[in-house]
């Protein structure tokens, strides 16, 4: 595990020329700081805006969660854990922080109710987005409630329709729940008139959730029990993607075993190559504009699904920039 005296990781937090330590003095750049906390702990020269080609936002919004909490503390959970993985992609032959990748500061929302909070978030997020231009913007959440202020922006900007790509236990097609539209379980009954819709992994629901999918056909449900034989369930996934896509990926999709720290997990859920196969072909043959990854809520002493989730949020990152990674260019 490399850490901040691995001197074959240059740009990875150790002082050099143009950090702050070092400008302030060329003796405190000779000391072994931390890693800065930004994703991967890349130093401002491999982070900065400028010339990233991603960008991550974090947002640590959490009101609405029904059962386990802590979803707030996912990002800071998510960004501490990437500092400790390896830079270097094997699948990919290839370290994907060459391209560039910005962490910027988490965005406080207001805590006068969720409705007011989603709005707010909405016109964040299209600042952010607008701001970011084509760079590939992933939003780490929160609970699974900010997702969809932030698919109707992507919505808003793009002339031709998006399909959100949902990867989570649970549809979240409910139009009210527990009082709110804005509840983490009416996620993507928010977006419904705005984009297609198609969701992996799916094995927890309620009648009206099945009876939205059977009656709408701008929806695909694949359940997760027929996820286990084969793989055609891809074949039937990539068929209904159109091709713009916006990836919104709760962590409650995985099987509890591998990440049971989230608010409401259900046994049976996604293992980890399968779904890097699906997600490898779903990068290389779509245009992924843009992700989300929400619903970690970090479990005190247990630290292997932070680090699992910091490291899908690294190979989406891959994935995105294969082309460019492969190429040498
Ligand atoms: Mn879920």
Redesign the pocket.
């Known amino acids: 595990m490399p850490n901040r005296r691995s001197a074959i990781t240059p740009g990875r937090g150790i002082p050099g020329r143009g950090h702050p330590a070092a400008e302030i003095s060329g003796r405190l750049g000779e000391l072994s700081w931390e890693l800065p906390h930004t994703f991967l702990g890349l130093d401002e020269g491999a982070s900065e805006f400028e010339s990233a080609s991603a960008v991550l936002l974090p947002v640590p919004y959490e009101a609405t969660t029904s059962y386990g909490g802590g979803a707030q503390a996912g990002p800071a959970a998510i960004i501490d854990a990437s500092r400790y993985i390896e830079l270097y992609d094997r699948e990919l032959d290839a370290d994907a922080t060459t391209v560039g990748i910005h962490t910027l500061p988490a965005l406080e929302l207001t805590r006068d109710g969720a409705e007011k909070a989603m709005a707010e978030l909405e016109s964040s997020y299209r600042t952010v987005a607008e701001v970011c231009g084509d760079r590939f913007l992933m939003m780490l959440g929160g609970e699974?409630s900010v997702s969809a202020p932030a698919i109707r922006a992507q919505a808003a900007r793009r002339s031709e329709r998006i399909t959100v790509l949902q990867f989570?236990?649970?549809a979240?097609l409910r139009d009210v729940f527990e009082g709110s539209h804005w509840s983490h379980a009416c996620a993507m009954a928010r977006v419904l008139d705005v984009v297609d819709l198609v969701s992996v992994g799916i094995r927890a629901v309620c009648e009206e959730e099945v009876e939205v999918w059977r009656r709408n056909d701008a929806v695909t449900l694949i359940w997760a029990d027929d996820m286990w034989e084969d793989d055609e369930w891809m074949d039937r996934a990539m068929e209904a993607l159109g091709d713009t896509v916006y990836i919104t990926f709760?962590v409650?999709y995985f099987d509890p075993s591998l990440v049971p720290s989230t608010g409401?997990p259900e046994p049976g859920g996604g293992d980890w190559y399968r779904t890097l196969r699906f997600l490898r072909r779903v990068f290389t043959e779509k245009n992924v504009i843009a992700c989300d990854i929400v619903?970690l809520a970090p479990t005190p002493g247990l630290h292997a699904p932070d680090f699992l989730v910091a490291k899908l949020a690294y190979k989406l990152i891959g994935y995105r920039f294969e082309d460019r990674l492969t190429d040498g260019g």
Do not use: R
Request: hydrophobic fraction near 10%.
């Open positions: 699974h989570d236990a649970h979240d709760d409650d409401t619903e």
